[in-house]
């Protein structure tokens, strides 16, 4: 059925317009909203331990979308997983951008804005895209990858996420974390069946319940903002945030006014508890106009 499917599936929703995405440098940009202005900066880093780095981050280059991405798999396939999850979300947003939302295979869910309809539709399909891939190719069989998309609107923002790459958000002093994990560990937590302080030295805190590519299809996590003059929104891999702990990182988004090197600052604190993953982090912040 699935090779079927992607016989059959429509391209028109595909673009061969290039997708910005970095694995080393830092990038940065600025987009007006309705009477504000977002900000964004965002870097990737291999980290200490790893000798690749698996994670692909994208900044908005012709529309107000941020994607983090942390791929999973031997010999290098989480890398191929990750760059084509920010391909196909990235690809699927333009090419949708002047028109009604294409949703095939999937149903449109007419109680909802356009616009969760495109951050839902460009993950599952990239999803799908990613499960057929490792099913075609046995190099790349087990392949995955966590993804947390932020999309900006004049008056919303909108966060698609799957995994246990994270949203953060940063308003008057206090970080709040807008997503959940899907994470072994969290379930549990949730199930009352282990504490947050027992969770630290868990052997199997790493372990994902929930990414793209894990069967042929997801659920995808969408969570609405109203963002306010002066928010940060951060999104990582758990490179970051299986690192350094939520105060660390309110304080550094808080004492830091310079976006770039508060990124920079994010990642060195990461390396600097030991880097045992690949670190990304992207920051958006809302400013006056």
Known sequence: MAESMARDRPRKWRSRAPVRYTRLARMSSSFPLDAKRVRFSGATNIGRKRDHNEDTIHLPTDTRLAIVADGMGGHASGEVASRLAVDIIVEYFRDTADQQTLTWPYKVDRDLRADVNRMTTSIMLANLEIWEKAQRETRLKGMG????????????????????????????????????????????????????????NWPHKNVIVRALGMKEAVQVDIVHEHPRVGDVYLLCS????????????????????????????????????????????????????
């Open 145 to 200: 990858t966590t993804c947390v998309a932020l999309y900006f609107l004049d008056d919303t923002a909108i966060i698609g996420h799957v995994g246990d790459s994270r949203c953060y958000r940063w308003r008057e002093r206090e970080l709040v974390q807008l997503t959940e994990d899907h994470s072994l560990i969290n379930d549990y937590i949730k199930m009352k069946r282990m504490t947050a302080e027992e969770a630290e």
């Open 238 to 289: 758990d490179g970051l945030s299986g690192m350094i702990k939520d105060d660390q990182i309110q304080h550094i988004i808080a004492t830091e006014r310079d976006l770039d090197r508060a990124v920079d600052r994010l990642i060195d604190a990461a390396n600097e508890e030991g880097g045992i993953d690949n670190i990304s982090a992207v920051l958006a912040r809302v400013e006056p106009p």
